[in-house]
C-alpha cells in the first residue's frame, strides 16, 4: 500500500527565514513526484513534477528534490505570500491516482 | 481558458437528501478525478475517468456515483447524503497516461446535518 508522510505538519518562520520541509514516501514504484501547493479555501496549485532521484526543479524561492524514499521542497529566504499548505503526492506506476499526503501549513511572519 | 470550474460552491443538505455535484473542464483533457479533503486526512481519490466513457472506483467510492457524461463534464451524485459525507469535494482533470498533472477546480463545501 502507497503510503505518504509529511512533516512537520506546521511550520512558522520569519520572512527570510529559509527552511525546508520533507515528504517520504512508500510505492512499490515511482512514476513521478508532484508538489502542490493550497490556500485556504481553494483547489490545489500544481508546482513540480520531479521523476527520477536526483532531479531538482526550481521556482522563484521554492526548490524541490528527489530522493528514492523522499522529497524535500525547500524555501529560501521566505515572504508572507508564501504562506499555505503545501502537499506532496508520489504516484505510483501502477496506478493513475495520486496519494496525497495531509501537507504542511507553513506560515510566514512579515 | 477557465480550467476546471465546479457547481455549487457551497451546499447544505439533510440527511438522506440527494445531490449532483457538477465539473466541467475546457483543457481537452482525457481524464477527470473526484477527491475528498477532510481535515488531516489528505485528498482522497472517490472516483476516476481515465478517458470519456470509462469509470473507475478510487480509494473511498461507497455512497457515490459518477457520470461521465461527456470530454469535459464529470458528476459526482450523492443518492442518500449522509453527515461522514461532510467535506471539500475537488474535481481535477489532466491530459492522459503520459502528461498526469493534475490540475484541480476550486471545491464544493457541503454540509449533511
Known sequence: EDQVTQSPE??????????????????SGLRGLFWYRQDPGKGPEFLFTLYSAGEEKEKERLKATLTK???????????????????????DTGRRALTFGSGTRLQVQP | NAGVTQTPKFQVLKTGQSMTLQCAQDMNHNSMYWYRQDPGMGLRLIYYSASEGTT????????????????????????SAAPSQTSVYFCASSGGFTTDTQYFGPGTRLTVL
Not at chain 1, 82 to 89: G, I, P
Open chain 1, 10 to 27: 506546521a511550520l512558522r518562520l520569519q520572512e527570510g527565514e529559509s527552511s525546508s520541509l520533507n515528504c517520504s514516501y512508500t510505492v
Open chain 1, 69 to 91: 524514499k523522499e522529497s524535500f521542497l525547500h524555501i529560501t529566504a521566505p515572504k508572507p505570500e508564501d504562506s499555505a499548505t503545501y502537499l506532496c503526492a508520489p504516484q
Open chain 2, 56 to 79: 473507475d472506483k478510487g480509494e473511498v467510492p461507497n455512497g457515490y456515483n459518477v457520470s461521465r457524461l461527456n470530454k469535459r463534464e464529470f458528476s459526482l451524485r450523492l443518492e
